[in-house]
């Protein structure tokens, strides 16, 4: 059973390994999702973000913008749920009354 | 194939990590070694996403005057940055709710071994 | 539950560590719109100088910063005030979220959006201190009812 297991683990590692050979490899800058238009046609995210993150909102930094403005909705939906991790743990570990 | 290792070898170390973390996940008996598999496993995901951000002579996602926005290839792309950071955070929160979980079984059943546990279920039933 | 801890070496490098580890984490907030950081990080170092200090010098010494039973309400504050930042902007007109409809007249919708990613960082680094915390006095019973 152990051994089947073991093996189990060591044909996904091996499929990861060599599926993940069809991706650029590190540093390319000829990515698809580096280039300015996607292999169909449409802009790409990445350097939408990169070029009007500046003129849009007068901040430097394009993490934040990205992070508090264009996708400013997802990030609300991480603070619920960071809320709803807390109202969890609250829940099952505050002291029952006898 | 130095190639091959040189373009690949930081997504092979991260397929190794998710492997590492699944084999904790699926054989160890404890609860605590399972969520530290867990763990590994998000850490494989986060960081395979930020080695997708990386651009090859390209500088951090932070307006430099002296670099034009013409060419977006100078700067890294910063959305994988973004979404990552959030994945962090709840990262941590979920590593806190199933450390709160493993807790409050130990609370109930004064042992964290998975056989363990099943035995004593099997009792109360 | 937990007592206070004898080592006086501990207690005073808590002591020292962690307002400069606070310090460290405004900055790493404010300075989010110039540099590397935010809400995330900034939080993440708030919560850490208090955690440092409920480990250092004990859980009922350290209650005098953060107490442990308003760090639920402050964590649904700061999800408040995001969500607040985004309603003001429904009220006057726009979308959910879209800060250049906030309400001030003098300034362009840019500069309003500046001003919009601050509120909502604020929002951010209050839920994400607060709820660091709240889950570290769960998980270690601290503030449970008659356990201070």
Known sequence: MKLLQFLLLATLGSILCYTVLDMPPRGEIDAP??????PVGTPVAGAYYIQHAYEDTHTPNMVAVVLADYRSVDTFGEVVVVFAGVMT?????RRRRP | MLEIIEGYYAYFFLMLLFVIGLYAMMMKRNLMKKIMGMSMIQSAAILFWILSAFKEGATVPILDRAISL????????????????????????????????????YQNYNTLDERELLARMEEEK | MISQTQSPIIEIAARGLAPVIQLLGIYVFFHGHYGPGGGFQGGVLLAAGVLLLRLGIGASHSQAQVTSKSTVAL??????????????????????????????????????????????????TIAVMTGLIAIYDDLLGIGNAGNN
């Open chain 1, 89 to 93: 743990c609250f829940f099952v570990l």
């Open chain 3, 75 to 124: 964590c649904a504050l700061g999800a408040f005030i995001f969500a607040g930042t985004g309603l003001v902007a429904i009220l006057w007109g726009g979308d959910f979220m879209d800060y250049a409809y906030l309400p001030v007249q003098w300034l362009e919708a840019a500069d309003l959006r500046y001003y919009g990613i601050l509120f909502v960082e604020i929002g951010i």
């Open chain 2, 70 to 105: 013409d060419n977006p290839d100078l700067y890294l792309n910063p959305l994988p940055h973004t979404l990552m950071l959030t994945a962090i955070v709840v990262a941590v929160v979920t590593l806190g709710v199933s450390i709160a979980l493993a807790v409050a079984i």
């Open chain 1, 33 to 38: 999702a580096s280039r300015m238009e996607s």
